[in-house]
């Protein structure tokens, strides 16, 4: 009988434990001498009771190879309560049969002052623990339920309804079953994963895998092996994933997120595997194929993390519809204008610039280009589509070669037919490393029909244009206030609606009012033929000439257009 003591102990450099023994009695008892124990401890403040009992201590000591029984209920404030019955086979062998009951985890801080317990509510935990001398316990009989459980600390809005693990033996798959709340949006996860057994030791058959998960109308399915679970090598799952409606996933996002676009019928299927044992170094995806109402795509990808964030890969699709993926988007604030670049002299022979445009009506939008993106990861993309929507347009034949290394970017080439059976061949590039970045692109189409451009504004004509640029800058008005190189433009066939006749000649007819009846009708185009040179953001025209309903207009050497500050300095015949 032990009564009134304490006992404290050292956990730590600096953590005390205390137990405190408010009585303990361990006695035999009958003609069988069965030994009995009871009493109440406290331990660092918290309450508990002890009661049970076990087989005689004469056998015990002697070393009797017969199972010694031993029956353990420890219970605690709360409904804290913790069973062990079973026996013991000397000199280490035993059998236990475990069972725990803990309505709140974190009751069990005093006894786990080091653990991080998680938020959980309503554990319960049974299992066989079985041990033989050489090795370490065997569990079997495992099973664990999770009640209802808030866990704001682990995702926001994420509610555990229910959980259950089981594993019947180490040589059979564990399984789980998991429901939970995300918001207002019910998500499960269900199925099986390999034998326990093949975790404590090389060699053996693959690791199955086979889980189940929905979120909503959404499903997901995993299925596979892995052909050593110790090491997280070898993974080979096949992944499959249907969504009705995406953007009700949205209350899954963290809040403030991207916007998810509003894609109907998603479908997604893929073979993974390891870069780096456990992914360490990235992800594989073979076989990868995406569908949507937007499109669909298949190829492969890989998507490295280490020594940096890398994605390469393939891509095929027969369509894809860039403005319905954007449709969701939302739409960033223009920045504050960028002051232009210090102005250089122009060419002698230009004549007299105009006022420079008014801060509201400037031309070139104050658009800041996403160049710092180049600084997060190295790409090496290939793309074919036989069909894509974007920009209002519809292009046929796409293809594309995407590479980024270290903040130097290069597309080379992205080629299509657009706009009515035109060819269109874009080569660009950008370099992040430069201080302003620098920015190149090279453009070739024939045969345009300009009416099929959305942003023609109803003008129309077959469109042919040449183009070599060069500059540095964060923004459009920066790219083009810096600009070298040449543009040449061509049109045949054409016209000019009046609603841009009455916008392009707003100023000059308050000067001359005889003009107002060329807005009243469309104006035919003939042939237009342009040639502009670039330097530091001074485009002299060379040439600028039109065929038009109103008769022949331009002349070689015209002029300038002054980028900078969007004014025209031009001579016209």
Known sequence: LLTGSRIGWKAGPAAARELAVTRLALAPRGADRVLRVGGAVVLDGLHLTLEGEAGPAAALLAGDPAPWPLRLALAGEAGLALGIEGSLTPPTGYHLAVTARVPELARLAPLLPDAPLPPLR?????AVLTGREGGPPAVSGLRLVLGESPLDAVLSGLVLDRAVFTL???DQPLGLEIAARIGAVPVTLAGTLGASLALLGPGGPPWPVELRATAGAARLALAG????????TGIDLGLTATAPELAALAPLLPPGGAALPPLRDVTLAARIAERGARFADGVELRELRLASSAGDLAGVLSVATRPRLAVTGQLAGSRIDLDALRAAVPVAS???PTPPAAPATAPAAAPAA?????PGRRVIPDLALPLEALRLADADLRLTVQAL????????EVSTH????????RLDPLAATVAGAGRITLRAAADITSTPPTVQLALHGEGLDLGAIPAAGGATGRLGIEADLRSQGRDLRALAAGAFGHLGLTLREGSLPPRLLVSALAGLRQRVPGLDGLAAQPVALGCVAARLEAREGIAMARVLLAETGLGRIGAEGAGAINLRDETLALRLN
């Open 225 to 232: 092996t892995v052909a050593d679970p110790r090491a997280g």
């Open 334 to 336: 223009a920045a504050p």
């Open 389 to 396: 929507r974007a920009g209002g347009l519809d292009w046929h």
């Open 354 to 358: 105009a006022p420079a445009a008014a």
């Open 402 to 409: 995407a590479v980024s290394r270290e903040g130097r970017a």
């Open 168 to 170: 019947a033996a180490p």
């Open 122 to 126: 309503g554990v319960e935990a049974a």
